[in-house]
């Protein structure tokens, strides 16, 4: 059945190969002072490298216009559907919305704010190619990525608050921790204001990872079937602990891997382990 639609976003993406996330993308860019690289440019080898050895600490800039535009030509369809990273923690949308006006007149573009990033945006693209692949029309899609975005939550963990600092992006986290760089945080992201905010701390970096796992369960209640999206920086056995300690209470009926992408990692910094967790079957599939 062939697709009504194309389906694009951009790189507040982490992308899970076992779901359908293979969709073009707009990227985000680090700068390191003069020196910017695309979100695919670099490894995240060398941004660890770099973290650790360049003075200059670096900023990340969302998608432009053209960026968007690029990405609209290679849905290879005159109906897109771009999902968007949460208008709360970047300007992506925006830039989309500019270039959806710089669209041929043949081309119609559907802009939808996730509201959230990383694995829960995954899971919101997942539901748009789901449709797309289904031969459904572009409605549908919308009513599916809003089923998964009202049922998904994200939550994560970072080892220090020293790169959100760095990145200015630390805001309701820093003021719900009393300034306590030394706690560290449960992070997710507000579904009202689609920006972070705190609802959880530990004293040690392991302990927050358990706290994450807590935090899932209070959510759905102990022995709900859960869908899991599992994110790591620098080490992949802190999802893997993650993992183990929501299969301590939960059936798991889906769970994959993703590193976190290099320009997301910038504002985590290294050691980050996170979660996008969701109740039973995909709502297509009950």
């Known amino acids: 059945m062939s697709a009504r639609f ?8 982490d992308a899970y190969t076992e779901l359908l996330n293979d969709v073009p993308v707009a990227p985000f860019s680090l700068n390191f002072g003069s020196e910017s690289f695309r979100t695919h440019e670099i490894s995240r080898e060398r941004l660890y490298q770099e973290l650790q050895t360049n003075p200059v600490h670096p900023t990340s800039s969302q998608p432009t216009p053209q960026d968007w535009l690029e990405a609209y030509g290679r849905a290879g369809s005159d109906e897109v559907l771009a999902v968007t990273i949460s208008a ?3 300007g992506s949308r925006n830039a ?8 041929g007149s043949g081309v119609r573009v559907q802009i939808h704010d996730s ?4 694995a829960a945006q995954a899971f919101q693209v997942h539901a748009a190619m789901s449709a797309a692949a289904r031969g459904e029309s572009l409605e549908t899609a919308l009513a599916w990525m809003t089923q998964v975005e009202q049922e ?3 939550y994560f963990t970072i080892e220090t608050l020293e790169y959100l600092r760095r990145g200015g992006r630390i805001g309701r986290v820093q003021a719900t921790l009393g300034g306590l760089l030394n706690l560290k945080p449960v992070i997710t992201v507000d579904k009202a204001t689609g920006a972070y905010t705190n609802v959880g701390r530990a004293r040690s970096y392991k302990g927050a990872i358990a706290a994450v796992g807590e935090q899932v369960t209070r959510t759905y209640g102990e ?11 620098s080490e992949r056995e802190d999802a893997e602990l993650l993992l183990q300690n929501v299969q301590a209470r939960h059936p798991v009926v889906w769970s994959g891997f993703a590193p976190v992408n290099p320009v997301l990692n910038v504002h985590t910094g290294p050691r980050a382990a996170g979660i996008a967790a969701a109740p039973g079957p995909w709502p297509w599939e009950r």
């Open 223 to 233: 022995g709900t079937p859960l869908r899991l999206g599992l994110l790591f920086g």
């Open 96 to 103: 989309a919305e500019q270039a959806r006006g710089m669209v």
């Open 152 to 154: 998904t939550e994200l």
């Open 115 to 118: 509201r959230t990033l990383s």
């Open 6 to 13: 194309g389906v694009v976003t951009d790189g507040g993406l």
């Open 88 to 90: 709360g923690l970047s």
